[in-house]
């Protein structure tokens, strides 16, 4: 349980944060050359997040909700450290694991016990922390008879599996969701599930980004709407759904 002072403290601080991508127009050489004797423009700025303004608390459990474009994949990239912002700040507090891009820093020759290990040094873990939580990762996994297989020949199922084994195992104070939940078979889309509100219930901290709103207003008590890059609509996961819905 979260001591007072450490719940008054917010983990997340996020301050009039922008983020801008350019978007190309031409693939090849060609192309851009036709475009530039017609004066088209060969990119366009794109404006993901545009004057983002929220605190997320010690304990929270929030649902970062909106459209494809709405931004808010790269909020919680900006979150995780992945993506910096082009102006403005954003501040953590703890450590920070990401579910946001399944089995990053996995290596395909390496075999699945090795990977656990590399997987949860880059997610912050200790060699020491590793061991001691290394039969629980394989269980959660229930892919022992593979651990020492090269993970290159896993399927999408078993690499998803260790991944996210590895992740919610990990020592943490903020967890970052991205779709992790879409991938899987619903056996083990309920025991993560599962597995994640624990976590919660330990005064864990979540951001979560899902396009399955039901899940979403079930698992989080508040709900953060972006749309084209601002902040619609800050407030209950219910009302957040309801108010992307309409």
């Known amino acids: 349980m979260l001591k007072t002072s450490d719940a008054a403290i917010p983990r997340v601080v996020v301050d009039d944060v922008h983020k801008d ?9 060609k192309e851009t050359f036709v475009a530039a004797l017609k004066r088209k423009p060969l990119t366009t700025d794109f404006h993901a997040l545009d004057g983002v303004s929220f605190e997320i608390g010690a304990g929270e459990s929030v649902a970062l909700l909106g459209f494809n474009g709405s931004g808010k994949s790269t909020m919680l990239k900006l979150i995780s450290g992945v993506l910096t ?10 450590r ?11 290596h395909p020759d390496l075999s699945g016990r090795e990977n656990i290990y590399l997987n949860a040094a880059i997610l912050g873990m200790t060699k020491k922390e590793t061991e001691e939580r290394f039969d629980e990762i394989v269980e959660f996994s229930e892919i022992s008879q593979f651990i020492d297989t090269e993970v290159k020949h896993y399927s999408s199922g078993m690499f ?15 967890l970052l969701i991205d ?15 599962a597995r994640i509100r624990a976590l919660h ?6 951001v ?21 890059g601002k902040v619609l609509f800050d407030g209950a996961s219910g009302d957040a759904v309801a108010k992307m819905r309409s």
């Open 85 to 94: 912002p082009d102006e403005g700040k954003v501040l953590t507090r703890g």
């Open 96 to 106: 920070v694991a990401g579910l946001i891009e399944v089995g990053a820093g996995f």
């Open 21 to 29: 991508f350019k978007l190309r127009h031409t693939h090849s050489i």
């Open 179 to 193: 779709e992790i939940l879409s991938v899987g078979d619903e056996p083990f889309q309920k025991k993560c599930l």
């Open 160 to 174: 998803l599996r260790l991944a996210f084994s590895v992740a919610i195992h990990t020592e943490v104070d903020v």
């Open 201 to 206: 219930e330990q005064g864990k901290t979540l």
């Open 208 to 228: 979560v980004v899902s396009h399955d709103l039901d899940m979403v207003s079930s698992l989080c008590d508040r709900g953060i709407l972006l749309r084209d």
